[in-house]
């Protein structure tokens, strides 16, 4: 017999028998849906996760700092640590960059500064990066320095405004709740690099020997561009400056010429070194799945690294447990849905048993009778399985446009119920898997029936 008479014949009797078909199928909806929407949940946690990480910056780069987590002293004197260290240095970067799966390398300069605008002054830190580190931040205003350029340029973090404050009253956002008038792209930006000198200046009982100290001279400096995102939006490049590297060098080196720079270190002799010794470095791996390998190498080699990475590892075992109590409570109904479907299987046979008698002594094959039911079983999970994804795609809309769970679950606003074509596809071939192996044994059934008792039967 063909498989489509086959299967005509198994869609008639499904027919014939429309409520208790109707209600095995529902049972293989309410199944299917709670599976997919429960494994959907999970892995809209999981992106949830991914997104925020992604958020705090590149989850291929790996920061580096001084072996054993040490750090030179960075005093404004500029005087050495009292611990002999492994300095992180050009030749250091050249290192990194050699190592396998190393895309590049930038080294960090990072120097205290005090900005100026008006009344308004802050505090901050600036780091000098490579061309290619500040590739990666993602402006919101503005553009890059043109390559090659040697004029010295910054880039604003989003939530550096927060920092200002009045030089008279000393009130900023923090004191009175509003943001000060500042206006990086539009108005100049005095820049002091000297900030022990400026202090020192400014406040009383700043003297060296009876002798007033002089005001550092202020720089203006244009602005680049501004990091992405509002003030309350934060980022791995929120609370700092940029510049490239560089020309951050060259301009220590013309304000300090052959003075000790503050936070670099000094010889035995109180010297400056001939070289610049870098606050920490970044590595920017090829994927993903080689961050670990190569974060190992740069331990082995005495420096301290860290990456996004370690954190994900851990959440990502976190998310796995939650995914599979997940799909375990949907299976659950799809179990349900199985026996029902077993049940249905086993009426069948015992209503339709003098039919069956007749098709045997006609001399059907006895595998004929056996895949009859495989696919009269197999049907239901497949008309079960694509209700139920559809059903599963209008409950995800739902949860990701009307309920915020993503928000209350996670604080993070995004689709809480993501439904990948994979899953949509991989359960509804689960949805008749479980279909024909609830089948199955009733169609065993039905192939061993003796023929001349099955012709008998009232």
């Given at each position: 017999?063909?498989?489509l008479?086959?299967?005509?014949?198994?869609?008639?009797?499904?027919?014939?028998?429309?409520?208790?078909?109707?209600?095995?199928?529902?049972?293989?909806?309410?199944?299917?849906?709670?599976?997919?929407v429960?494994?959907?949940?999970?892995?809209?946690l999981?992106?949830?996760?991914?997104?925020?990480?992604?958020s705090?910056?590149?989850?291929t780069?790996?920061?580096?700092y001084?072996?054993g987590g040490?750090?030179y002293?960075?005093?404004s004197?500029?005087s050495?640590?009292?611990?002999?260290?492994q300095y992180?240095?050009?030749?250091t970067?050249?290192?990194?960059?050699?190592?396998?799966h190393?895309?590049?390398?930038?080294?960090i300069l990072?120097?205290?500064?005090i900005?100026?605008q008006?009344?308004?002054?802050a505090?901050?830190?600036i780091?000098?990066?490579?061309?290619?580190y500040?590739?990666?931040i993602?402006l919101g205003?503005?553009a890059?320095p043109?390559?090659?350029?040697d004029?010295?340029?910054?880039?604003y973090g989003?939530?550096?405004?927060?920092?200002?404050?009045?030089s008279?009253t000393?009130?900023?956002?923090w004191?009175?709740?509003?943001?000060p008038?500042?206006?990086?792209?539009n108005k100049p930006?005095?820049?002091?690099?000297?900030?022990?000198a400026?202090?020192q200046?400014r406040?009383p009982?700043?003297?060296?020997?009876?002798?007033t100290?002089?005001?550092?001279?202020?720089?203006?400096?244009?602005?680049?561009?501004?990091?992405?995102?509002?003030?309350d939006?934060?980022?791995?490049y929120t609370?700092?400056?940029?510049a490239?590297?560089?020309?951050?060098k060259?301009q220590?080196?013309r304000?300090?010429?052959?003075?000790p720079i503050?936070?670099?270190p000094t010889?035995k002799?109180g010297?400056?070194y001939?070289?610049f010794?870098?606050?920490?470095?970044?590595?920017?791996?090829?994927?993903?799945?080689?961050v670990?390998?190569?974060?190992?190498?740069?331990?082995?080699?005495?420096?301290?690294?860290?990456s996004q990475m370690?954190w994900?590892e851990?959440s990502?075992?976190?998310?796995?447990?939650i995914?599979?109590?997940?799909?375990?409570?949907?299976a659950v109904?799809?179990?349900?849905?199985?026996?029902?479907?077993a049940?249905?299987?086993?009426?069948s046979?015992y209503?339709?048993?003098?039919?069956?008698?007749?098709?045997?002594v006609?001399?059907?094959?006895?595998?004929n009778?056996?895949?009859?039911f495989?696919?009269?079983?197999?049907f239901?999970?497949?008309?079960?399985g694509?209700i139920?994804?559809?059903?599963?795609?209008?409950?995800?809309?739902i949860m990701?446009?009307?309920l915020?769970i993503?928000q209350?679950?996670?604080?993070m606003?995004?689709?809480?119920?993501?439904?990948?074509?994979?899953l949509?596809g991989a359960?509804?071939i689960?949805?008749?898997?479980v279909?024909?192996?609830?089948?199955f044994?009733?169609?065993?059934?039905?192939?061993?029936?003796?023929?001349?008792?099955a012709i008998?039967?009232?």
């Amino acid at each position: 017999m063909r498989f489509l008479d086959l299967l005509g014949m198994s869609i008639n009797n499904l027919r014939r028998r429309k409520l208790r078909t109707a209600l095995t199928v529902l049972g293989v909806i309410i199944g299917t849906a709670s599976v997919v929407v429960m494994v959907s949940l999970g892995i809209g946690l999981n992106g949830l996760m991914m997104e925020m990480y992604s958020s705090y910056g590149s989850m291929t780069s790996i920061d580096i700092y001084s072996g054993g987590g040490r750090y030179y002293a960075s005093s404004s004197s500029g005087s050495s640590g009292s611990e002999e260290e492994q300095y992180i240095t050009d030749d250091t970067i050249e290192q990194f960059k050699r190592l396998e799966h190393v895309k590049t390398a930038s080294p960090i300069l990072q120097t205290d500064i005090i900005l100026k605008q008006g009344l308004y002054e802050a505090g901050v830190n600036i780091e000098g990066v490579s061309r290619e580190y500040l590739e990666d931040i993602p402006l919101g205003q503005g553009a890059l320095p043109d390559p090659g350029s040697d004029e010295l340029k910054f880039i604003y973090g989003n939530g550096i405004i927060r920092w200002f404050s009045n030089s008279k009253t000393g009130e900023g956002f923090w004191e009175i709740g509003e943001m000060p008038p500042v206006d990086y792209m539009n108005k100049p930006m005095f820049v002091i690099f000297d900030t022990s000198a400026y202090y020192q200046s400014r406040y009383p009982g700043g003297s060296d020997g009876g002798n007033t100290v002089k005001p550092p001279k202020k720089y203006m400096i244009e602005a680049a561009g501004v990091v992405e995102g509002g003030v309350d939006d934060y980022n791995n490049y929120t609370y700092s400056v940029y510049a490239e590297i560089e020309a951050l060098k060259a301009q220590l080196k013309r304000i300090y010429r052959k003075n000790p720079i503050p936070g670099q270190p000094t010889n035995k002799k109180g010297k400056p070194y001939p070289y610049f010794i870098y606050n920490r470095a970044v590595v920017f791996v090829d994927d993903t799945a080689n961050v670990t390998t190569v974060q190992q190498m740069i331990t082995d080699m005495g420096f301290q690294a860290n990456s996004q990475m370690e954190w994900i590892e851990q959440s990502q075992q976190t998310y796995d447990i939650i995914q599979l109590v997940l799909g375990g409570i949907g299976a659950v109904s799809l179990f349900v849905a199985a026996i029902g479907i077993a049940n249905t299987m086993m009426m069948s046979i015992y209503e339709r048993t003098k039919e069956i008698g007749v098709i045997k002594v006609l001399g059907c094959d006895l595998r004929n009778i056996r895949n009859m039911f495989l696919l009269e079983s197999g049907f239901i999970g497949f008309l079960g399985g694509v209700i139920g994804v559809v059903i599963s795609y209008g409950l995800g809309f739902i949860m990701n446009n009307f309920l915020g769970i993503a928000q209350a679950m996670t604080g993070m606003d995004g689709d809480i119920s993501r439904i990948p074509v994979w899953l949509s596809g991989a359960a509804i071939i689960f949805a008749i898997f479980v279909g024909m192996v609830a089948g199955f044994f009733p169609s065993l059934r039905a192939m061993h029936l003796s023929p001349l008792a099955a012709i008998r039967n009232e």
